[in-house]
């Protein structure tokens, strides 16, 4: 039994304009120690289904389908119960680590809180597992930034900060949303490197999500491709850079700047803008910005196909996407 | 709400149903009837149309008072934020510390001194609006003179004050507005609170104030008396707060976005 | 830290000489001769330059001001034109109801904001919100002295279960004169607490949606625990300026809330030497209001570091 399932996961978010689909029958497995990579540009939908494992969507939301933690199911379970899950088998690192500690209380106290809140540690084995979890993370002498305050601390150590946050309960499950997005370059490998270090050496299992397939490809077993609120493509990471099928992973791969690759050809953009999640097709999500698409994109969902072993793709013109180049497709 | 009170105001220049200065000693204390719609008070003047006058009163004062907060403010403040510098400074410093004067302490000095009266009131509530205006002004004005399209101004070789009028009065004017709004309905409450005390309109000038102080002293007899102006007040206030509010989303919807 | 409150103290003490510097300038050269006021306008020229001279008027300007600030530095305010006792003695009677009334509103007023600000948040759009903010909109607009007039029409005279005015004096037990206080504070508080309740109630909604608040939720606080641990204290950094704005509408409104219920604090004296035309009274009492309203907004500007402590890095 995988560690995770997550079944025809379905956010609905109410909006002034409308209910908006944000996730539409996801579905997915890990398992213990597997990692895995949702990627898709913002605004579809996978900052949501992340929100969704934690049982932390917006108020003015509805959620559908099943998310089951080792057998049980978390949507069926009250906000007291989830608080015992979140933060001690379900952990979560979030985009702006600017803002996303609380500037009015000292990072040590933060870190403490889940020791204290799960683990019912006393205030002075707290302050010890937290000198050794700020260490683990990589922050330089540790004793005299425990006390500091997140407005004297770098955007890099912060998001450190968040790590152990994270970190501090040994959580089954590491929930990662853009953890580097918001940091100089020159910092986001290191801490994409602490992340997978600190994953593997703790047996966690690590959701990985980004905008970016470089950062995707490079740091989990596994590929999940969203688009408008839908998974379009999955596999193992090494069976997608084979073949990639959908035309927006297509796409999203053409867009991505390589190394060695000279300058000769120019970027490759996916034509169009990011959806509106409202007025989106009721078929394929991507129908209004594909090359291939037909009428029967728009009013039928495409059915999740096998395509081999354990690599699935939802698109109605599998045959045609399998044999046009990606060049072919994005001009 | 605020209409209504304009309206009632502005009937009672021509007509009231009853006087509100004639004092008919055989009157007193009439119930509500049709030619005395709330009653008469202890003089036997008529309840209605004094309030109907007090309106006129505290608008007059209101609008004096706001008038010269915020002509004298807004030109202040404009002045800080196209001088900069030590003009700035010492507008500033000024109005930093006139917060510990507010609109009653400043009309007791200025009683104290000049005596009672309705002028006094204005300008003490006047004196106590402009650091808030000037504050308001500069602080807006500063941050339209920072954008682009009066850099393109200055660089198109226009004077400090034309810009001012051109660009940034007209930018800085919906915030005053909703200001001034709010500002009417302190200032309303000021001058009740004067009259109250017997520092604002003196008799026989009919004021809310002034008719809920003789009221008090009748509360045992006809407590209905002291309920009437008071709540003229407050639906005064309350209106003025509401438009306030209602011109706050219309004219500026980032803030109203934020709410 | 220290440095911090250095630099506060000396904006106080700048404020406070500024402050002073206002009044003198407004109470003694302002054209109207106090001789003349105390006297009336048809006094002698003779009599009033006599009292000129005993009132020591004749000086010159900066000697008076410097007699002045020494005088409130020693205590010696020089006697009442009116009665004829030492200014301090008065205003001393006076300070020990002002103060206590002062105190009471505020922390009623606080009490009242906090718990109304908290409930209408915790239950956002929904009846009970709607209800309050209501309710609330209506207290903004109240004029204090009018409510205070409603509450003696009905606590004292239709259900007599409190005094209509008046003040017994500490002497005659402490629940005696609380209760004497408690309408006026009540009158005070009410207004006060309904301004602050909104500031309360969207300042605690809008750190709900702040993304630390989303971070102590992924640690497992429930939404209590996180009410109380990361929300409360970022959210009466607002409530906080906006409380002291409002001390001073509060401590004029006791001015004139203690002449509703006829309390002998600092308004009703303020306002009996305005009638006899006792400008130095007037003018020491100023000062004093004055005062008290620059020491509150020292306080709170001494509170935000503490529960703010990005300030003083600023600062320093």
């Known amino acids: 039994m995988s560690l995770l399932s997550v079944k025809n996961l379905s956010v609905i978010l109410a909006t002034n304009d409308g209910p908006a689909r944000a996730v539409r029958n996801l579905n997915f497995r890990l398992n213990r120690g597997e990692t895995l990579g949702i990627v898709g540009e913002s605004g579809c939908g996978k900052s949501m289904a992340a929100l969704a494992l934690m049982g932390l969507l917006p108020e003015r939301s509805e959620t559908e389908g099943e998310i089951t933690l080792d057998g049980e199911n978390l949507l069926e379970k009250s906000d007291a119960e989830m608080c015992r899950i979140r933060g001690n088998r379900l952990a979560m690192i979030f985009q702006e680590p600017m803002t996303s500690l609380n500037p009015v209380h000292t990072v040590g106290n933060q870190i403490m809180e889940p020791l204290q809140l799960h683990r019912n540690m006393s205030d002075s084995d707290a302050r010890a597992e937290t000198l050794r979890l700020l260490d683990r993370v990589g922050i330089p002498n540790p004793k005299a930034r425990i006390d500091n305050y997140p407005h004297q601390l770098s955007g890099g150590q912060r998001q450190r900060v968040m790590i152990a946050i994270a970190l501090s309960c040994q959580p089954d499950i590491l929930i990662a949303d853009e953890p580097t997005t918001a940091l100089d370059v020159t910092i986001q490998d290191q801490i994409l490197e602490l992340i997978q270090t600190l994953v593997r050496e703790e047996g966690m299992s690590l959701i990985l999500i980004s905008h970016d397939l470089g950062v995707i490809s490079e740091n989990t077993d596994n590929i999940l491709v969203m688009y408008g609120g839908a998974a379009v493509e999955m596999g193992s990471t090494a069976q997608i850079f084979d073949e990639l099928i959908h035309p927006y992973t297509q796409g999203l791969f053409a867009a991505m700047p390589k190394l060695g690759r000279a300058r000769a050809r120019r970027l490759v953009t996916i034509p169009g803008t990011v959806p509106d999640l409202i007025s989106l097709p009721a078929g394929c999500t991507f129908t209004d910005r594909c090359p291939l698409a037909t009428d029967i994109c728009r009013n039928t969902v495409p059915p999740n196909v096998e395509v081999k072993a354990k690599h699935f793709v939802a698109c109605h013109h599998l045959d045609e996407a399998r044999h046009r180049k990606t060049e072919e497709l994005f001009s | 709400m605020t209409a209504f009170l304009l309206i009632c105001a502005a009937i009672s220049l021509f007509w009231t149903p009853g006087s509100a200065y004639d004092i008919t000693i055989t009157n007193r204390f009439l119930p509500p009837s049709a030619d005395h719609w709330l009653g008469t008070d202890q003089f036997g003047r008529d309840i209605a149309s004094m309030l109907m006058t007090g309106t006129q009163n505290s608008i007059v004062v209101a609008v004096v008072a706001v008038s010269i907060g915020l002509f004298i403010g807004v030109s202040l403040g404009l002045l800080a934020a196209a001088k900069r510098g030590w003009t700035e400074e010492i507008i500033m410093r000024f109005s930093d510390f006139s917060f510990a004067f507010p609109a009653i302490l400043s009309a007791i000095m200025l009683t104290a001194i000049l005596g009672p009266g309705g002028v006094n009131s204005i300008l003490a509530i006047g004196l106590y609006n402009i650091p808030v205006f000037a504050r308001l002004t500069r602080g807006s004005a500063n941050s339209i003179w920072a954008r682009e399209f009066v850099m393109a101004a200055r660089a198109s070789g226009k004077g400090r004050f034309r810009i001012t009028f051109e660009h940034i009065l007209p930018n800085v004017l919906s915030l005053i507005i909703v200001q001034a709004t709010i500002l009417f309905a302190i200032a309303i409450l000021a001058e009740a609170a004067l009259s109250y005390l017997g520092l604002g309109t003196q008799p026989p000038e009919p004021s809310w104030g002034r008719m809920l102080n003789e009221a008090q002293t009748l509360m045992f007899l006809d407590p209905m008396q002291a309920i009437y102006p008071g709540l003229a007040i407050a639906i005064a206030v309350f209106g003025l707060n509401l438009l306030g509010d209602g011109l706050r989303d219309v004219l500026d919807p980032r803030l109203s976005r934020k709410r | ?316």
């Open chain 3, 1 to 316: 830290m220290s440095v911090f409150i250095a630099k506060r103290v000396l904006t106080l003490l700048a404020t406070l000489i500024g402050a002073s510097i206002v009044i003198f300038l407004v109470m003694e050269i302002l054209p109207g001769d106090p001789a003349l006021v105390i006297l009336g306008v048809d006094a002698s020229d003779e009599a009033v330059r006599a009292l000129t001279i005993e009132l020591g008027l004749d000086r010159p300007p900066l000697e008076r001001y410097w007699d002045w600030m020494t005088g409130i530095l020693t205590g010696e305010l020089g006697n009442s034109y009116a009665y004829k006792v030492p200014v301090w003695e008065l205003v001393e009677g006076a300070l020990l109801i002002t103060i206590p009334l002062a105190l009471m509103s505020i922390t009623l007023s606080i009490v009242l904001a906090l718990s109304i600000g908290l409930y209408a948040a915790a239950n956002h759009n929904k009846a009970g919100d709607i209800t309050l903010m209501g309710i609330s909109q209506l207290g903004i607009s109240v004029p204090n002295f009018w409510l205070a007039i409603l509450l003696i029409i009905l606590f004292a005279i239709e259900l007599r279960w409190l005094p209509a005015g008046g003040f017994p004096g500490w002497k005659e037990g402490f629940w005696v004169c609380l209760k004497a206080l408690l309408l006026p504070s009540l009158a005070l508080a009410t207004v006060v607490g309904a301004i602050l309740a909104r500031i309360t109630r969207s300042s605690v909604l809008e750190v709900f949606r702040e993304d630390y608040v989303r971070t102590a939720r992924a640690k497992g606080l429930s939404q209590q625990a996180t009410l109380w641990r990361h929300v409360l204290r970022n959210a009466l950094i607002p409530v906080l300026t906006v409380t002291g704005i409002q001390f001073s509408a509060l401590l004029t409104g006791t001015v004139v809330v203690e002449n509703v219920f006829h309390i002998p604090g600092l308004g009703s004296l303020v306002l009996k030497a305005i009638n006899n035309r006792d400008t130095i009274v007037v003018e020491n009492v100023v000062l004093l209001l004055a005062t008290m309203i620059i020491v509150v907004n020292f306080v709170v500007d001494i509170l935000y570091a503490v529960i703010d402590p990005r300030l003083k890095a600023h600062d320093i």
